[in-house]
């Protein structure tokens, strides 16, 4: 490294790392939910053209609630990191409850899709049942479409078509409309996600 400046090697002094572990309510809980979900989608990548990690996903579905949105239910940032474990992985729903507890376990089964069903059924029952979800797990919907449509709209997966990509996006407003009314910011996030999703499919 020839660009480092003098100083640069100075050790943190005591006063700036004690002000960094006592600013923060770091959650220990949140850090086992990420250690959890990283491990289980270890070997899934996303279908894009830079095969991004797939724990990319969970983590800026987290990051929607916490950081932009200012959610701060621990139990709905825990089950936002494992959201997609038992859909995606072997992950059961009593391994999720033996180590994160009853209510985390609820609110991943309201948004895990039963793989069982085609494509199409499971699709359609989303916007069926997104009304009658807790408020917990819509929150944990609001954030997971956003990402989604933003990933869309960035890096779509390989050999999408325009009119796939329409769909895709469509298909997320129509759960997200049934479920309007629960969190004003996080709507307006889906919203803003929404509208690069749609631009994306005019270019
Ligand atoms: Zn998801």
Redesign the pocket.
Same mark, same amino acid.
Do not use: E
């Given at each position: 490294m020839t660009s480092e400046t003098p100083g640069s090697l100075k050790p943190m002094n005591s006063s700036s790392s004690s002000k960094l572990s006592s600013s923060q309510a770091v959650s220990e809980n949140f850090l086992k939910a990420l250690d959890f979900a990283a491990r289980k989608h270890r070997d899934q990548r996303r279908k894009d053209p830079e095969q991004t990690p797939y724990i990319n /996903?969970?983590i800026a579905?987290a990051h929607i609630l916490w950081i932009e949105a200012g959610v701060s239910d621990e139990a709905v940032l825990m089950a936002a990191l494992l /959201? %997609?474990t038992v859909e995606d992985t072997e992950t059961t729903f009593e391994e999720i409850e033996q180590q994160f507890g009853q209510s985390v376990k609820e609110i991943v089964a309201e948004v895990t899709d039963d793989k069982s069903l085609p494509k199409a059924v499971r699709k359609q029952q989303q916007i069926d049942h997104a009304a009658s979800l807790s408020d917990r797990a819509k929150l944990i919907k609001l954030a %997971?479409k956003t990402?989604?449509l933003r990933n869309v709209a960035v890096s779509p997966p390989d050999g999408w078509s325009v009119t796939r990509i329409d769909d895709y996006v469509e298909w997320g407003k129509a759960v997200i409309d049934q479920i309007r009314g629960t969190h004003a910011k996080l709507e307006s996030l889906f919203d803003q996600a929404y509208a690069q999703g749609k631009q994306a499919t005019k270019t």
């Open positions: /996903h969970p579905v /959201h %997609d %997971d990402a989604n």
